[in-house]
């Protein structure tokens, strides 16, 4: 099978519309094309949604240069609409937008510049707008949202369910023979078999549009999940977060690295902002944003790097982004196909084939057994046909395009698109965003997680545990007012106050009052740690920023590692440089430090390998060190100096305490079970990682720890033989995350998942096979580039994101399994019978009964079970495993050759050895048939719940779904066979009858725990070497976990 799927293989991770449009042609046989690819994109319409991205891309460059002289109508002077003048401001919606879009600085210039059209805003620049004018400015300005595709109803979905070729070749069959019985007044008995077909089909139908309808309304819910962000304003005075829904024109907006730009806009102030205006332009060369030349903000693109304010002019529908937004929707926002729907559509598409084959034999045999038959009855006579045989030629045709609807397995790329939507939805529950359907399914195979350490494996709550300052090393004990009290007493006022101005200047954090007039810490954990340590020694946030004034910020980012501020002292005495970050990059750039007695003294050799011992103490319990260091310039304030890379002056180092989450350890014990190695990838230094991964248990006795220096001057020889040993890097940049995340890929063949916050991790995210964000430390960047948003940061998420992916591929398995045997069994004794006895025991309405078992009720029962621990004492599905194994094989085999021999002796002997006689004897022996076939899938829908294990039966009980359908199951059996005999072509059973179809259903069971024993020959798994491929799951054999790395 899987040779005849060469066709059907897409790339796991954003495939390109070529490849979908080439395997989409490989599919020949499709019942429903446009149910097929349901939930996935419309390649059509997405080719058209590019070429007009494009097409806008082009017309904003040509903007910046053409719509300034198009915009110079625009005058101080002009009439305001009444809207506007009501509302209290002064300029009009169109022509606000219509400065910022251009980039007209002349326009700027004549309505005052960014000061002058706060004013007309009714915006303060400090303070922000008032809170009560937000509904007027949406009124007068528009809200901050774009026009979406509206919803299809559930009308839409019952209209595309009916586009089923087969279903309306079958109810063209049913009218038809519903007018010959009409025409040659059989009524109302040729009336049944026509009227059930079409309840039948209008059955299949509703259940059919509903099981869509559901799906694409919880799609359409996460969608608006991923579109959730957060952004920063100030609104009377206080700044807080807000929807990006939420933003209005006028509003004041804090931005920084890897943040989006919520609207269009104005630039205020700021430091060192570089925006990436690609997504728009296509433009690759970040725009410096400043004031004098570059001051235009537009929606949708990204901070690059700095941070600064802006004036929100436009929202919504009026930018340029929210244009393209429009447009991009068109070309469907649903996810693409994953890889295991290809393949399952290849499935479906080469048994739909082989159905084919088999209606079209059937209706043959049928056809010539019926008039050989008739031209011996009528002695060779074949020129006198009635209506009666007319319908039976049209039921026989009715029953082989009904062959073909049992046939085509349409529901297993829909299982697919069922049970990933139902894992999303659970782990939605468990705090795991999935962005694209195709990571849920890929994370069931990941091999290697490459984490980061803060918040992910640590609380991210952080405190100030130690300080060493004047050379003494002083524990502090929370925010206990006698820690803070007592380093006082032990320091100079003088190295304090130095102290407090390096912990206030250097921050891009804030101390805010909140409702109740208490403290309140907004920024990042470790400069809330800062802040809060800062506060707990006495320290004045707001009087510490009056007196000195911010000439420069060079904001931290990873690859820094730092982060450092100049300042104007008071009364012109010069500029004062901050700078802290990681303890070794901060110590080489200092040249003195504060002693004993609070005095500044050259650093010499013997000193710095003191304070490099006191990090390294630090770093092995498990504290995360900074540098404070500080450097007086004499320099004129009004000269706006560079900020220096040396000659500080080491105030002190800090350590900060971020403990291990009491759950990672285990989770870490869950992964390495399940053949999953875990590296941590880390900023930190390389004692504190050490620490800290001992503590999760990542670091084993085999395992090595490298810094991200080291690791970049190795050969490509070095790398592949360290790299399997290699558990924890140290001090690393995000392109050493990427270099070690494309080694295991590539070099190792392994399925890698990478966690990731900032938006130079944005490279590795996109490299992996599934990018992990963090969604609350993690910037929008980030998180744009990833496939699963992990809501709370925690390990423990990301562990239960595997064991769903793993249950997702599983599931399906399970289905495809039921599934296949219900094909082979329903074609064979259908083909056999028809040759052999020259009907066939299964009507057509029995068939359409038993297609909706198969498909729609079999994928809701078998796709959406839970994962359970075993699930997890695994190794992953390798790369190009087959997805049909053998043991799968040898069970639908087995079931098969059960069913077709007990319904064969049946249908050939079963009136002599149930002895059933009379009249109705034949149509009574049809229906127990048709019993026993049923009853035989329910049982084997049980059988199926485990494709390894003989216990079938364990957590039966906790998936009620799976119980749900199972008794609609059989009170719908029932309800055919006792009470809707004329239209489905049975009659009732007695008891003895319904005894026998139980138990022959029941015994499938035993029968497949006998198959179960039955040895199967697996692929030889070479552990130490992901390359070599296994045939899905397997046992993992009794070595230590961490040896598979």
């Not at 040729?190 to 059919?208: A, E, Q, R, W």
């Not at 890897?258 to 104005?266: K, L």
């Not at 070309?331 to 729907?341: A, F, H, I, S, V």
């Not at 690859?559 to 901050?578: D, N």
Request: glycine content about 6%; some cysteine; proline content about 3%.
């Amino acid at each position: 099978m899987e040779r005849l799927l060469k066709d059907f293989v897409i790339e796991h991770k954003r495939p390109s519309i070529e490849a979908s449009k080439r395997w989409r042609s490989a599919v020949a046989l499709v019942k429903n094309h446009r149910r097929r690819f349901r939930m996935v994109p419309d390649l059509q319409k997405r080719s058209e949604a590019e070429q007009t991205r494009k097409q806008i891309q082009d017309k904003i460059r040509v903007a910046l240069y053409v719509q300034k002289a198009a915009l110079h109508f625009i005058s101080a002077g002009r009439q305001l609409s009444e809207d506007v003048r009501e509302a209290g401001f002064g300029i009009e919606p169109d022509v606000i937008s219509s400065i910022v879009r251009g980039h007209d600085h002349e326009a700027l210039k004549k309505y005052g510049g960014v000061k002058e059209i706060s004013t007309k805003l009714s915006t303060s620049l400090d303070k922000g707008i008032n809170e009560d004018s937000v509904h007027k400015r949406q009124q007068v300005y528009g809200l901050n949202r774009y026009t979406e595709k509206p919803s299809r109803s559930f009308l839409m979905f019952v209209w595309e369910a009916l586009q089923d070729l087969t279903l309306i070749i079958l109810m063209v069959c049913a009218l038809v023979s519903m007018g010959v019985g009409i025409a040659t007044e059989q009524w109302p008995e040729n009336m049944y078999d026509g009227l059930g077909i079409i309840l039948s089909v209008f059955l299949v139908v509703i259940v059919t549009a509903v099981s869509d309808y559901q799906q694409s309304l919880q799609f359409r819910a996460l969608d608006k999940e991923k579109k959730k962000i957060l952004v920063q304003v100030i609104r009377n005075g206080t700044r807080q977060k807000i929807s990006i829904f939420d933003v209005v024109v006028g509003d004041i907006v804090y931005l920084a690295t890897g943040d989006q730009v919520p609207a269009d806009g104005i630039y205020i102030s700021g430091y060192n902002m570089l925006v990436d205006e690609s997504s728009l332009t296509g433009e690759s060369e970040p725009v410096d944003v400043h004031e004098q030349n570059k001051p235009f903000l537009l929606s949708g693109t990204k901070v690059q790097d700095g941070q600064g304010k802006m004036l929100v002019t436009s929202v919504g529908m009026r930018t340029e982004w929210g244009k393209l937004m429009e447009t991009l929707n068109e070309g469907g926002e649903e996810n693409d196909e994953t890889p295991l729907q290809v393949k399952l559509n290849g499935v479906a598409t080469i048994i739909g084939k082989i159905g084919l084959a088999f209606a079209l034999m059937t209706f043959l045999v049928l056809t010539i057994r019926f008039v050989v038959e008739k031209a011996i009855h009528n002695g060779g006579d074949i020129t006198h046909w009635s209506s009666n045989d007319a319908i039976k030629l049209l039921n026989f045709f009715a029953i082989s395009v009904t062959i073909i609807v049992v046939a085509v397995p349409e529901g297993l790329p829909l299982a697919v698109t069922l049970s990933l939507a139902f894992a999303m939805k659970e782990l939605m529950n468990e705090r795991a965003l999935v962005r694209h359907l195709s990571a849920c399914e890929t994370m069931g195979s990941a091999s290697s997680i490459c984490t980061d350490k803060t918040g992910t494996l640590t609380t991210n709550h952080m405190a100030v545990a130690k300080i060493w300052i004047c050379e003494k090393a002083m524990e502090i004990k929370g925010n206990n007012y006698e820690s803070g009290e007592k380093l006082k007493q032990e320091i100079s006022e003088r190295v304090l106050d130095i102290l407090l101005q390096a912990i206030f200047q250097n921050t891009s954090s804030e101390v805010v009052k909140d409702t109740d007039g208490n403290n309140s810490i907004l920024g990042t954990p470790t400069e809330s740690a800062l802040l809060e340590f800062g506060l707990l020694l006495g320290g004045d946030f707001d009087a510490q920023r009056r007196d000195y004034r911010i000439l420069e910020i060079e904001p931290f980012n990873s690859v820094r590692k730092k982060m450092s501020v100049l300042v104007a002292l008071p009364e012109g005495r010069g500029t004062r440089a901050f700078c802290k970050g990681a303890s070794e990059i901060i110590l080489k750039m200092c040249d003195k430090f504060i002693d004993s007695n609070g005095e500044t003294i050259d650093l010499l050799e013997e000193q710095v390998k003191n304070i490099s011992d006191v990090i390294t103490n630090f770093g092995s319990e498990a504290l995360r060190t900074l540098c404070l260091a500080v450097k007086d310039m004499n320099e004129n304030q009004d000269k706006m100096s560079v900020i220096p890379d040396n000659g500080y002056t080491l105030i002190g180092i800090v350590g900060i305490k971020d403990p291990v989450r009491p759950e990672v350890k285990n989770a870490v014990k869950t992964c390495l079970a399940a053949g999953i190695t875990v590296r941590m990838v880390t900023g930190d230094n390389i004692h504190t990682a050490k620490a800290i991964a001992k503590e999760c248990g990542i670091l084993t006795e085999d395992g090595i720890v490298i810094e991200g220096p080291e690791f970049r001057n190795l050969s490509h020889e070095q790398i592949k033989d360290l790299i399997p040993r290699i558990q924890v890097m140290a001090r690393s940049l995000p392109l050493d995350k990427h270099k070690l995340v494309s080694h295991l890929r590539n070099t190792f063949g392994e399925v890698v998942a990478v966690t990731g916050d900032g938006t130079n991790d944005a490279p590795a995210l996109h490299e992996a096979d599934i990018g992990l964000a963090m969604g609350i430390a993690g910037t929008e960047v980030a998180k744009q580039n990833a496939d699963v948003i992990i809501m709370d940061d925690n390990f423990k998420t990301i562990v239960r994101v595997a064991s769903w992916g793993r249950a997702v591929y599983r599931n399906i398995q399970k289905f495809v399994q039921f599934q296949l045997t219900v094909n082979v069994v329903a074609l064979v004794i259908n083909f056999v019978s028809a040759c052999i006895t020259g009907s066939t025991p299964l009507t057509a309405l029995q068939l359409l009964w038993v297609n909706m078992i198969m498909d729609t009720l079999g994928a809701l029962a078998l796709a959406t079970e839970p994962p359970h621990d075993g699930l997890m004492k695994r190794p992953p599905v390798a790369k190009g495993a087959s997805f049909i194994t053998k043991t799968m094989c040898r069970n639908i085999i087995g079931q098969s050759m059960y069913q077709l021999i007990v319904l064969a002796i049946l249908n050939l002997e079963g009136k002599r050895l149930l002895r059933i006689t009379g009249l109705d004897a034949t149509i009574v022996l049809n229906t127990l048939i048709f019993n026993c076939f049923v009853f035989c899938q329910v049982f084997n829908e049980i059988n199926s719940r485990d494709i390894e294990k003989i216990n079938v039966l364990r957590g039966i009980t906790k998936s009620w779904t799976f119980l749900g359908i199972m008794f609609i199951t059989v009170g719908f059996q029932v309800i055919i066979v006792e009470f809707l005999g004329k239209f489905a072509s049975t009659v009732p059973l007695n008891w003895k009858l319904w005894l026998f179809s139980i138990v022959i259903g029941a015994m499938s069971m035993p029968i497949s725990a006998i198959v179960k024993c039955i040895p199967v020959e697996r692929d030889t798994l070479v552990f130490l070497d992901r390359r070599h491929h296994h045939d899905g799951y397997d046992q993992l054999p009794p070595s230590d976990p961490h040896q598979l790395a």
